[in-house]
């Protein structure tokens, strides 16, 4: 696996690899968001946990505050 990726599976069963675009810690959850490559613009959030499992933001608000963590991101960058 390349460090800089994850691979999930998807609803039809196959293996997509997501490039990292960011992780970062709040609420006392961990976070990752990715993209698949060449799609920059489309962005997915998951929680995960200490064994790797990832779980999709579905709430409004908690999808409203990762938004306002990557808006930050992108505007240091």
């Given amino acids: 696996m390349k460090e800089n990726s ?3 599976t998807d609803e039809n069963g196959k293996e997509v690899e997501m490039k ?3 992780t970062f810690d709040m609420n006392d959850k961990q976070y990752v968001v990715t993209y698949v490559e060449g799609n920059e613009d489309e ?3 998951f929680t ?3 064994d790797g ?3 999709m933001v579905e709430s409004e608000e908690e999808m409203d ?3 306002e ?3 930050a991101y992108e505007e240091e960058e």
């Fill in 69 to 71: 963590i990557i808006n």
């Fill in 6 to 8: 994850i691979f999930i």
């Fill in 20 to 22: 990292i675009y960011m």
């Fill in 53 to 55: 499992n990832l779980f």
């Fill in 43 to 45: 962005l997915y959030s």
């Fill in 48 to 50: 995960y946990d200490d």
């Fill in 65 to 67: 505050a990762v938004q």
